[in-house]
């Protein structure tokens, strides 16, 4: 993509309004966090003491917005006690420029390396460096600033203790999660029916596996009807696929793909009316017509043979899913998870038990070609540089231009710059907006103090419907929060908007100088999700030779780390292509190709992994040979991959060819999940094969059809403007 073209796309990106639902309670409930907190400084000190406690209970109010599984009244905690760490920690330096200045780096590099543990704890941290930045502002006394800490600290406590006593859709997460799941299932039947080899996207199943895990505590609080569903969603998915497809389920035409239709069909309504049920906390309501297809008639069932046994076991499944789901409305309590009742569940480690885990996460990031390091390297570098340039302006608080920066600041460079574009939107509608009011209604404490916590109010209404639209209402509590405290608001607006537009500059600026292009990574990604692939379907394979609990974990263990190589070549993926740099090692026809290859892989795992046999049913003990050339192959490959070489792909064929022949009537299946698997390598060999000059010349003509693309919208926009 051309810096022209990325640029547009940022702006875009940055200005686009998102259908999401609101959750206009929780802003309410927040709000009135801030406004307790407020009204008490108000009443019982001042409004300088006043705006510590918003700055505590606004952003602790933010973090419980973002998502993540840990309870809402944690992360409030956890965000105040930083808060007020970080301003306290900060006036202790903030004397002098040579104590401040390395405290202010090594403090910004932390929170850049706290994306190592998530994307909600990048966050939260990052704000408490912009807590460190409004430092300079405090009195020049260490008792008031641990006065100031504290007040900030006890704006998190307000917004926990109303989290405790006013829960709203307690567990609402974790039911959204799994619904979500449930209805992809759903999404993907219906597909199947005029596509019965659609590719499945597993994220949803993801999203829903991490949400299933808990803490010991959580896990006995736990409604009973969260705790089943995701394993037959895991199951079902299989099960449509394999009924659909026309080598190995109902045929291609025919009344038996009509049946198979019409139990699609059902099973997209069924699973509707689970997600629906758990979303909703009621009991799961089916079509009668849809119930009255998934009976199987046993003398006039059209399906036979290989056919029946997708179909009979999707059905046993759907009924599974509708008992749990009945219970969707009751309460109950679950056993945790260290008793054998509980052995399957997921445990989350508590907050003290986090502290190695996050240890380990930063440390595997401690290197120059990680994204998140190179992150952390650039959000220290820009806090610094950024209050230094603005210290040197002729302007005040000139720590809104790090602030800016920290805020904004992402991982990758296409959120980066929209997040900019789009803060510097939202505060000049915000500025304006809170300015107009502020003349009209003239000084008055008690009244900016109510349109603050107003202003709050709405941006956590819409925080979640895109940054700019956010930021303009929290540009405007910003602004009322300083006509409250008695400042020069007419001087301080103008004063923010030039420095919120420095900070958005220095944020880009710094990706473009250290970036972190995921474009050149794409060849690596492509072949983790390869040699993952390899060993999912390896395993599947060894389940057939030799049926054993052992093997079942095995491959479990292996699609989930399948999944996990998908979901990063993924966002590898969907992040090269917004960055501004050509092609390197692969175009992104090759890559969309690629991807198409391995879909069609993992596929053909996914509908073995249905017929997998039971422990006390025959094996097919000539898979283990096809196993280990399959893992084989693909690990080869995997390596080509990532040297550039052309991968080939034979000891699959070779073992193929070798398939005994009473074994090919024992188990077709598995035979023709094989071939199709090697069909895949094969695309996947043809999508990547390409000589160096046919690359370049490819990478060529793809800038060429941007250049042309940009040109045509161009024309179109004189020519509508010649029109206007």
Not at 332 to 351: E, I, N
Not at 625 to 634: F, I, P, S, V, Y
Request: glycine share 8%.
């Amino acid at each position: 993509m051309t810096w022209r073209r990325a640029l547009r796309e940022v702006v875009r990106s940055g200005l686009t309004l998102e259908e999401t639902r609101l959750e206009p309670l929780l802003a309410l409930r927040t709000a009135a966090g801030m406004a307790i907190i407020i009204g008490a400084a108000l009443w019982l000190a001042s409004p300088a003491y006043a705006a510590s406690a918003a700055l505590g209970a606004y952003s602790a109010g933010a973090a419980t917005f973002q998502r993540t599984w840990r309870p809402r009244k944690v992360i409030a905690l956890g965000a105040g006690a930083g808060l007020a760490l970080s301003t306290f920690v900060g006036y202790l330096a903030a004397g002098r420029l040579v104590t401040f200045l390395p405290l202010l780096a090594v403090w910004a590099f932390v929170a850049g390396m706290a994306w190592a543990v998530g994307s909600t704890a990048g966050i939260v941290a990052a704000t408490t460096v912009g807590s460190m930045l409004v430092t300079v502002t405090l009195p020049t006394s260490a008792g008031r600033a641990l006065e100031h800490a504290g007040v900030i600290a006890l704006g998190g406590v307000v917004q926990a203790a109303l989290i405790l006593l006013f829960p709203i859709r307690r567990w609402g997460a974790h039911r959204d999660a799994l619904a979500d799941a449930l209805a992809a299932v759903a999404d993907y039947a219906r597909r199947l029916r005029h596509d019965p080899t659609a590719p499945f996207d597993p994220e949803p199943l993801m999203k829903a596996r991490d949400a299933a895990a808990v803490t010991p505590s959580q896990a006995r609080t736990r409604p009973t009807v969260l705790h089943g569903p995701r394993g037959l969603a895991e199951r079902i998915a299989p099960a449509v696929a394999a009924l659909a497809d026309p080598h190995v389920g109902a045929p291609a035409e025919g009344p038996g793909r009509d049946r198979a239709r019409e139990l699609l069909g059902a099973a997209a309504d069924v699973l509707d009316a689970a997600a629906r049920s758990i979303r909703r906390g009621t009991p799961a309501k089916v079509p009668p017509a849809s119930a009255d297809v998934l009976r199987v008639d046993e003398e006039h069932e059209v399906l036979q043979g290989h056919a029946r046994q997708p179909a009979e076991r999707l059905v046993e499944l759907l009924g599974e899913a509708l008992e749990i789901a009945g219970s969707g409305s009751t309460r109950g309590r679950t056993p945790p998870p260290h008793s054998p009742a509980g052995d399957q569940f997921l445990v989350r480690p508590t907050m003290l038990r986090l502290i190695p885990v996050v240890v380990r996460s930063v440390r595997r990031e401690l290197r120059r070609d990680s994204p998140v390091f190179r992150h952390a390297v650039r959000l220290a570098a820009v806090a610094m540089l950024g209050y230094l340039i603005a210290a040197r302006l002729p302007l005040g608080h000139g720590y809104w231009a790090p602030i800016a920066a920290v805020m904004v600041m992402r991982p990758d460079f296409h959120q980066t710059s929209a997040r900019a574009v789009a803060r510097l939107a939202g505060t000049l509608a915000g500025v304006a907006l809170a300015t107009g009011m502020a003349r009209a209604l003239g000084p008055d404490a008690q009244v900016f103090g109510v349109l603050a916590v107003v202003s709050a109010g709405l941006s956590y209404t819409l925080i979640r419907t895109g940054y700019a639209y956010s930021q303009c209402f929290t540009a405007a509590y910003v602004v009322f929060l300083l006509a409250m405290g008695g400042q020069a608001w007419e001087q301080t607006v103008p004063e923010r908007v030039v420095l919120t537009l420095l900070g958005g500059a220095l944020a880009m600026l710094a990706y473009v100088v250290f970036p972190a292009w995921e474009t050149p990574r794409l060849p690596d990604r492509l072949a983790d999700w390869l040699a993952a692939n390899g060993r999912y379907a390896a395993a599947v394979l060894r389940s057939h030779a030799e049926p054993t609990r052992e093997h079942r974990t095995d491959m479990r263990r292996a699609q989930l780390a399948s999944r996990k190589a998908r979901a990063a070549w993924q966002e590898a993926y969907d992040q090269a292509r917004h960055e501004p740099i050509p092609p390197r090692g692969m175009t992104s026809r090759e890559a969309q190709d690629a991807q198409d290859a391995l879909e069609g892989f993992d596929r053909a795992a996914m509908l073995m992994e249905n017929l997998v046999p039971r422990a006390d049913s025959p094996s097919a003990p000539e898979a283990k040979r096809l196993a280990e050339a399959l893992e084989a192959d693909t690990a080869q490959a995997a390596v080509d991959l990532r040297e550039h070489r052309n991968p080939h792909v034979g000891r699959v064929e070779e073992a193929l060819h070798e398939w005994p022949e009473a074994a090919a009537d024992r188990s077709p299946m598995v035979r023709r999940g094989a071939e199709l698997q090697k069909q895949a390598l094969e695309d996947l060999a043809t999508a990547v094969s390409r000589a160096p000059l046919e690359r370049d010349m490819g990478s060529a003509r793809e800038q060429l059809r941007e250049q042309a693309a940009l040109a045509a919208g161009g024309d179109e926009s004189a020519h509508a403007h010649r029109g206007g």
